[in-house]
């Protein structure tokens, strides 16, 4: 962790996000944006400039569908994982099933 930590401490990410270290595989960044998104990614991802701006065009193109069926949508938040070589894997998932390492591990969006 210590080794984590000072090889990205300049990083953008410690101001956008809650980050939680749970290994160096798996990292959880938890947007502070009024519409909460969370990254999954590890060591090695976790300054991909590149991928983080594929995260940003999904991102506001799921806003306007978001916007424009904002019933399907309550209470969801979307989980981008950037852990595989080339992919970003996004999915929906029901708030109260996403447990997170923030706050004390409890559910956000109760």
């Known amino acids: 962790v210590y080794d984590f930590l000072n090889k990205t401490s300049k990083s953008d990410h410690w ?3 809650k980050v939680a270290y749970l290994d160096k595989s798996k990292i959880e960044m938890l947007s502070n944006d009024s ?3 969370l990254i999954r990614t590890d060591e090695q991802n ?8 594929f995260v ?3 991102y506001l193109d799921l806003m306007e569908e978001m916007l424009k069926s904002p019933k399907k949508y309550r209470n969801k938040i979307f989980v981008f994982d950037l852990r595989f070589r080339d992919k970003i894997f996004v999915r929906s ?3 109260k099933s996403l447990r997170t390492r923030f706050g004390g591990g409890e559910n956000h969006g109760k």
């Open 15 to 17: 101001k956008k996000f």
């Open 35 to 37: 519409f909460q998104y």
């Open 46 to 53: 976790f300054d991909n400039i590149e991928k983080q701006n």
């Open 56 to 58: 940003d065009l999904i």
């Open 93 to 95: 998932l029901k708030r």
